[in-house]
């Protein structure tokens, strides 16, 4: 969603250093993620799990985990296009 030059994937703290290196108190990236979710489960027919998984959750309980082998990436690809 948000590419850098060398094309790979931003730590999870960057947005972190973003806001306190321009000074911004009281803001975290929760906000984005939260942003988010509401988004995917209000406007559009994405499945619940797909959201989840888009989002780095655990979805269903450990049994489900272990025998769930795929990443969904095609259907998180389709989710963030959208």
Not at 11 to 25: E, K
Not at 47 to 73: F, I, Q, W
Request: hydrophobic share 35%; charged share 30%.
């Amino acid at each position: 969603m948000f590419p850098n030059d060398s094309g790979d994937p931003y730590s999870v703290n960057v947005f972190g250093a973003l806001f306190r290196r321009i000074g911004v108190a009281g803001v975290t990236t929760h906000g984005f993620r939260s942003t988010f979710r509401d988004w995917a489960g209000d406007e559009t027919e994405h499945p619940r799990e797909v959201t989840e998984a888009a989002l780095a959750h655990a979805v269903g309980d450990e049994t489900e985990r272990a025998y769930r082998r795929s990443d969904a990436l095609a259907r998180r690809r389709h989710l963030i296009e959208d």
